[in-house]
């Protein structure tokens, strides 16, 4: 009998005293294991996968004044099972709050089929930094079918739709999306002091790298590489460019 999972996990971050931040909820669920350290919380994958047909939950709240970093202890291997593998994000950012989403790659092995999306409410005066990172295929393999979505509110209003949909064998093999690229990946910075206005309202390009300001509070950084360790590069190239232009209060959070 194949094994199928629905889980649901969650972590609410609150301000504590003096500064400091404490979670008062944390809670695992199947494959989806959360382990705090004093710098951040981590996800464990207590199972392999996502397998197809697994729909794996992830509700994240940080408060107001709160400040909360996820990472995950290596890359997510999403393979093929019964039928199309979910991970939904949902997150809340408080006024004055801050939220660090940056899990190490997730790798479409040949012959998978996995669904990634993400909604995040920010309320005015919180902050966001949201990166994501595709590797297609495993070494020497064709890649599964993969489609991610992220939507972003800032104070209630939209911020960014932005999705990226390689389901379709002819899209991942065009040159006009991948260009021939391994891995893909983007990283989204929001909150106060990244308003672009005049001069640096322009986009920047480079080689299998761009630097997007929109149009409200943010900067959205894509990238393409070889692989994984030149997409990570071109990423980390690409922030740096965005936090030139203004640098905001980002950085781990500490928990408390």
Known sequence: MSRRYAARAAVVAEAGPHGRTRLSELRSDGPLALRQTPDAVYLVGAAAGPLGGDELTLEVVVGPGARLAIRSVASTLVLPGEGESRFTVRARVGAGGHLDFAPEPTVAAAGSRHRATASIDLAEGGALRWREELILGRHGERPGRHAGRLDVTYGGRPLLRHE????????????AVLGGAG????????????????????????????????????????????????????????????????????GAARIA
């Open 183 to 250: 891995a893909v990946g983007s990283v989204l910075l929001a909150g106060p002091g990244l308003t672009a206005s005049g001069r640096d309202s322009a986009a920047h390009a480079a080689e299998g790298l761009a630097v997007l300001p929109l149009a409200g509070p943010g900067v959205l950084v894509t990238a393409l590489g070889a692989g994984s360790a030149q997409l990570r590069r071109r990423l980390e190239e690409g922030e740096a460019l965005a936090l030139g232009r203004a640098r905001p209060g980002t």
């Open 164 to 175: 990226l949909d390689l389901t379709d064998p002819a899209v991942r093999t065009s040159g």
